[in-house]
């Protein structure tokens, strides 16, 4: 693993449950809106922190945490990841995995071995402009059958997309909610300019309130549940 860095207490990343994060290095995805280029660009990559320090952190926050939650970057791209939630999962933590969803395979394997308690899944755009948003190639049957694995758990999850209006438009985000037709939830969020891959971004608005009301009604047709963060 490589761990690009620590928070160590957060009441809002785990929905309802006092929680850590840690923080993977490494991205397959560029996309030009991401507030976190320090985990996605190899070239402003931090330090990697010590896994094993990690650990030992955790041990003393048993009983203190609910949960760990595991973010990037990309947490699939590592292929010890499983082995690295096992540990965690080891102490008595829950645990949270956030995804972009291009590795079915490791969720398959994650959720069949009970190592995770709750995923949330970015869906960065309709599948005809996936890789215009992402800025990269990839597998878009990886994304459909990620949603499939996720919607199949049985566990918790969420799925979510943050909202650029130059690049989404309304049918653009109706079409998001007929790709995951009959998901408990689906969080639209706001796009906020403070920093960014590509820094052309901090220019860039996301909708009005008035204006996600209006969309979460139409997405409410195909979701159990939507929500404006």
């Known amino acids: 693993m490589i761990i690009g860095g620590l928070q160590k207490f957060t009441m809002i990343d785990y929905p309802d449950k006092l929680a850590a994060i840690v923080f993977t290095s490494g991205c397959n995805f560029r996309c030009g809106y991401c507030h976190n280029p320090e985990l996605v660009l190899p070239e402003k990559f931090n330090p990697s922190l010590d896994q094993n320090e990690i650990l030992e952190f955790f041990k003393t926050r048993v009983g203190k945490l609910d949960a760990i939650s595991i973010t990037g970057g990309e947490p699939t791209l590592h292929a010890d990841l499983p082995q690295f939630m096992k540990q965690i999962k080891d102490l008595g933590f829950l645990v ?46 990886s994304i459909k059958k990620s949603i499939k694995i996720i919607m199949d758990s049985g566990i918790e999850y969420e799925f979510r997309t943050t909202i650029v209006k130059s690049q989404l438009s309304v049918e653009d985000l109706i079409n998001i909610g007929k790709l995951i037709k009959g998901a408990n939830i689906y969080y639209l969020q706001k796009f906020v300019a403070s920093k960014a891959n590509d820094e052309e971004f901090l220019k860039k608005k996301t909708y009005s309130d008035k204006e996600f009301e209006k969309i979460k009604k139409d997405i409410l047709k195909y979701v159990k549940k939507c929500e404006i963060r």
């Open 96 to 141: 949270k995995l956030d995804t972009n969803g291009t590795n079915p395979e490791m969720l398959k394997e994650i959720i069949d071995s009970k190592l995770v308690d709750y995923i949330a899944m970015d869906i960065k755009a309709p599948l005809e402009k996936y890789e215009e948003v992402i800025v990269a190639k990839i597998d878009l049957e």
